[in-house]
């Protein structure tokens, strides 16, 4: 049971670093830092936009309209940081459960 609770911490910082060089990459482009015209950066872009959007869709729907801001990021980093309080702190029941 260790091991499993292990990798779903794993799971969740793995999601948590995507998310942040998702915004990272999203602020680059915006200051026109990088451009989406470079195959390498419209590829990386593509790819964390195909992981990232079914996250980030049921979020957007439930969050009201921010004219241009877009919070689904930051709501999902606070979802995926209350549940890995939730497991840290319930791993020994669940461990001692088994």
């Known amino acids: 049971m260790t091991s499993?609770?292990?990798?779903i911490m794993l799971?969740?910082?793995?999601?948590?670093?995507?998310?942040?060089?998702?915004?990272?990459?999203s602020w680059l482009i915006n200051f026109q830092v990088l451009s989406l015209r470079q195959p390498i950066t419209a590829q990386i872009w593509d790819g964390l936009n195909r992981v990232l959007e079914p996250l980030y869709t049921p979020i957007r729907r439930i969050l009201p309209d921010m004219?241009?801001?877009d919070l689904a990021p930051l709501v999902l980093l606070i979802g995926i940081y209350a549940l890995r309080i939730v497991i840290a702190n319930n791993a020994a029941m669940l461990i001692g459960a088994v």
Do not use: A, E, R, S
């Open 4 to 7: 499993l609770i292990q990798i």
């Open 11 to 25: 799971i969740l910082d793995v999601i948590w670093f995507i998310v942040i060089v998702h915004v990272i990459l």
């Open 67 to 69: 004219g241009g801001i």
